[in-house]
């Protein structure tokens, strides 16, 4: 069994209008809420063993914050994948398809509107939007990440900051 977390970036900053949108980091808003996130991840008792995450600057701040939040002896690793720059459906699953199954608990960190839109192919479960540093988490049967397409797969939970 594999597990994965569909994580869409935290909240970024618009201060500087001639930054290019790969450039911009995260807000306070972003930087509160990607720790908060992790939080909430532990008491559910999801850690990941890996965080993949887009190469834009608000991705890889968020993956990092959330990494930096579990025990320095089980932190996960952080990998970084530039085709994950807003990426399609079909790369985020082809990006899933090449994981190294040492891994059982994958957190992919990306941008809409693809992530949500992948999110919407996993399970019945449908969600609008995932809001910035939102979760949404899936337990998938099958012991290899390149089944990912035809395994079946549970929906475990969505969580977003805002959610009380």
Avoid at 17 to 39: K, Y
Avoid at 143 to 156: G, H, M, V
Wanted: positive net charge; aromatic residues 8%; charged residues 25%.
């Amino acid at each position: 069994m594999k597990t994965l977390l569909l994580i869409r970036h935290a909240k970024s900053s618009w201060a500087n209008p001639h930054q290019s949108d790969f450039e911009r980091p995260l807000n306070e808003r972003g930087l509160h809420d990607a720790p908060l996130m992790a939080g909430r991840l532990q008491k559910h008792k999801l850690r990941p063993d890996l965080f993949i995450s887009s190469t834009a600057i608000r991705a890889r701040q968020t993956a990092s914050l959330m990494a930096l939040e579990w025990e320095q002896k089980q932190q996960p690793s952080i990998a970084w994948a530039e085709k994950l720059y807003l990426a399609s459906p079909e790369v985020i699953e082809e990006t899933l398809c090449e994981m190294n199954n040492q891994y059982n608990c994958v957190a992919l960190v990306a941008h809409n509107p693809g992530i949500t839109d992948y999110a919407n192919r996993l399970t019945q479960v449908r969600i609008d939007n995932m809001p910035t540093c939102s979760v949404f988490a899936v337990l998938i049967h099958a012991n290899n990440w390149k089944d990912i397409a035809t395994a079946k797969k549970e929906f475990l939970l969505f969580d977003y900051p805002k959610n009380k």
